[in-house]
């Protein structure tokens, strides 16, 4: 009988499970090892879908309720709380945060992503919590948001609509987030600042003073929060995958590692979508090009 091959997948966003599906399909037998909750980035889409084929205003724990039934039914183990740290290829051993060992033929990557830091004097007390968490909280003064994308935007829509006061600030003039965001920040009044940076950011009593620096001038002021949604980049663990140019990590880096996923897709393209794609070309890769083969 011909043996079933184990492949890892390690991280369990769109892209890990979109492959652990194709890999199951293929007549492989794949692990999903998360260090957190299965559904990776999944978690921090608050607004309901709407480039997602047949999810179209759904909101985002539909289709991961879904994904979670899927591989429930096909029979795939997931491994949640398994922070895996290293592969080594010789003996084909995975090895986790805490010491614990797994064999795999082969790992599939699937890292995703991670929000920049603000590198800035006092950048320690930018706030760490969700939006979630912040509107579950009394708020004694307004949210400072710093970034212009989809995550910045859609921040200051979901506090602004729950009646906390929001001030969004951008380092250029124009935004990357999508045009219906725009317009309604624009409708709701949110004030907006562009060509303002963050310089230094001081704790006060019940809040943070915060030194903007703008076109014509620099000033201080006194916010409840400061939200920093400046961009993401590839979550990458050094022992699983070194190498990484600008924001993009190679996509074969060893015989048996494959890299998926947002971390080695341009930023224009990384959506739930090209996650699944990317998912499944590593799964049919896999499958014509067996690494325990070579």
Partial sequence: MKPIETVAVVGGGPAGIACAIWLKRLG?????????H??????????????????????????????????????????????????????KLLTCADGATYYAQAVVYAPGL???????????????????ALLAQPLAGEVLIVGGGDRAFEAALRLSEAGK????????????????????VRALGIPVHVNTTVEAITPTQGGVEVVLKGPRTTKRVKVAVVMVRIGMEPDIQ???????????????????????????????????????????????????NPPWRS
Avoid at 79 to 87: L, M
């Fill in 28 to 36: 492989m037998l794949p692990k999903i090892f998360e260090r957190h």
């Fill in 238 to 288: 050094p022992g699983l995958c070194s190498s990484v140019l600008s924001d993009v990590v190679p996509l074969w880096p060893s015989s048996r590692l494959r890299v998926i996923g947002d971390a080695v897709t341009p930023v224009p393209f990384r959506s739930i979508v090209t996650a699944f794609a990317s998912g499944m070309v590593a799964a049919k890769e896999i499958v014509m």
């Fill in 114 to 132: 991670r929000t920049r830091d603000l590198k800035v004097p006092g950048a320690q007390w930018v706030t760490s919590l969700s939006t979630s």
């Fill in 165 to 184: 006061s929001v001030r969004l600030i951008h380092r250029r003039d124009h935004f990357r987030a999508r045009p219906d965001f725009q317009q309604r």
């Fill in 38 to 91: 299965l559904g990776g980035q999944l978690h921090d889409i608050t607004l309901s879908l709407q480039d997602v084929p047949g999810f179209y205003g759904a909101n985002v724990s539909v289709l991961l309720a879904d994904l979670v039934q899927q591989l429930h039914q096909m029979g795939i183990d997931v491994y949640e709380g398994h922070d895996v740290v290293a592969f080594d290829e010789a003996e």
